[in-house]
């Protein structure tokens, strides 16, 4: 019987391999704003690696990537300037950025 073997833990990939559709929606968020910087968010045990991009109005937007790695590499390629989330915490025009979008809703 099963009852009684060891159980491994399933093995982990690092993450999902990278979307290029996603790498393409963030080029263009790049692409059409100004002032855009770039945050490695680390994997949780909700989420994968994201990269988030802010702009310097505050707009943001976020997608999951492979590993901070692979974000630090595409960021050089875009010579965008990139930050660890647990450095630095989240840009303060980020948050005024969404208190401005909740008082426009309420």
Do not use: C
Not at 27 to 53: N, Y
Not at 80 to 86: A, N, Q
């Amino acid at each position: 019987m099963a009852w009684f073997r060891r159980r491994t833990a399933p093995q982990r990939v690092a993450g999902r391999p990278v979307d290029r559709a996603d790498l393409e929606y963030l080029a263009e968020f790049v692409r059409t704003r100004r002032g855009v910087e770039a945050f490695i968010e680390p994997r949780t045990t909700v989420t994968e690696t994201t990269v988030l991009l802010v702009a310097h109005d505050g707009e943001w937007t976020r997608r999951r990537i492979e590993s901070p790695e692979i974000a630090r590499r595409w960021a050089h390629q875009l010579s965008l300037p990139i930050y660890d989330v647990r450095l630095l915490g989240y840009p303060q025009r980020m948050r005024d950025y969404n208190a401005r979008q909740k008082r426009r809703t309420s």
